[in-house]
Nanobody, 115 residues
Framework: QVQLVESGGDLVQPGGSLRLSCAAS????????MGWYRQAPGNQRELVAH???????NYLESVKGRFGISRDNAKNTVYLQMNSLKPEDTSVYYC?????????WGQGTQVTVSS
């Protein structure tokens, strides 16, 4: 059974930082592309960042320079370091794993950026 469990979401003030974690089980983590999506109420889910099995990364334009995605294959965990947070970053953040036609999702973690 595949499980992706996110943690680290919180309420933070504008300009603050958070680190999201996603622990995976039931998959061969090292060969998966891992990504973080987000979805705010009334909006479509969007891909924030992803990291391939070889470590290549890509980011949504609006988070470049502020967010960093990384992975620890020994811990089957992917991280999203979020700095200089803005109110528009408020969303539910979802971890995803994919390889070929298989895609897996976590349950999401809420990030709220507000003063």
């Amino acid at each position: 059974q595949v499980q992706l469990v996110e943690s680290g979401g919180d309420l933070v003030q504008p300009g603050g930082s958070l680190r999201l974690s996603c622990a995976a089980s039931g998959i061969i983590f090292s060969i998966q592309t891992m990504g973080w999506y987000r979805q705010a109420p009334g909006n479509q889910r969007e891909l924030v960042a992803h990291i391939t099995s070889s470590g290549r990364t890509n980011y949504l334009e609006s988070v470049k320079g502020r967010f960093g995605i990384s992975r620890d294959n020994a811990k089957n965990t992917v991280y999203l370091q979020m700095n200089s947070l803005k109110p528009e970053d408020t969303s539910v953040y979802y971890c995803s794993a994919w390889r070929g036609v298989n895609t897996y999702w976590g349950q999401g973690t809420q990030v709220t950026v507000s003063s």
